[in-house]
């Protein structure tokens, strides 16, 4: 069982692949995570990514498809693929299916978390943790039981994370947007697509994925 795996950032597309991982046996192939493992152990890809990256250039997709290719062949694959990252280009889709091909394998699903902006918005925005034992608040659906107080131990410092703003989050849609409008069309006339509510709580989210796979 081959699947590709698209959300937004926020959507759960981290916690609904490792759940997949876990519960199916499931690789997850995330292309950035691939390409500096293959830098530094120095395969042959691996040794052209580096000139390439050294240079400033962009990894092109031969250099990508054959990096997806060389990770195929390690033999702890055989429960099925997560693809993450890849791919993102309508050319980098066709050379999937070569490489699936190829190996006498095929994609099976295409499975997009749909999310809600603004309410994915104020969930990431209101958002933050403890700054001494972690434990995470928000500001209009968790907050701790004495204002500036932490439920956990006690402290009353807290921190959000940079990043968390609505412009930040919107820039983030943006790229998300124009990475999926390539490769969607593709695999909707192919049927493959199947679209979950990202939106809903994380075990109904593992489960209509599950249905999904298993139907």
């Known amino acids: 069982m081959n699947i590709i795996l698209l959300g937004p950032p926020g959507a759960g597309k981290g916690t609904q692949a490792s759940s997949l991982v876990a519960r199916r046996g ?3 192939l995330s292309t950035g995570d691939m390409l500096r493992a293959a830098v530094k152990a120095e395969t042959p890809v691996g040794l052209q990514a580096k000139a390439v990256m050294a240079s400033g250039a962009l990894v092109s997709d031969p250099i990508v498809s054959a990096l997806i290719g060389e990770r195929l062949d390690q033999g702890d694959t055989g429960s099925g693929v997560i693809f993450d ?6 050319a980098q889709a066709e050379a999937l299916d070569l490489l699936l091909a190829e190996r006498g394998q095929q994609l099976d699903h295409v499975i997009e978390l749909t999310v809600d902006e603004a309410v994915l918005t104020e969930r990431i925005v209101g958002r933050y943790t403890c700054a001494q034992c972690g434990e995470g608040y928000h500001d209009r659906f968790k907050q701790p039981a004495v204002a500036g107080v932490c439920d956990v131990c006690g402290s009353t410092s807290f921190k959000r994370r940079p990043d968390d703003t609505a412009e930040t989050i919107a820039t983030r849609m943006s790229i998300y947007r124009g990475e999926t409008a390539p490769i ?4 909707v006339a192919r049927g493959l697509v199947a679209q979950v509510d990202g939106m809903a709580d994380i075990e109904q989210v593992t489960a209509a994925i599950g ?3 298993d139907g």
């Open 184 to 187: 969607l069309p593709f695999y």
């Open 211 to 213: 249905a999904v796979l």
């Open 26 to 28: 499931m690789v997850q």
């Open 85 to 90: 990252g890849f791919p993102r280009t309508a």
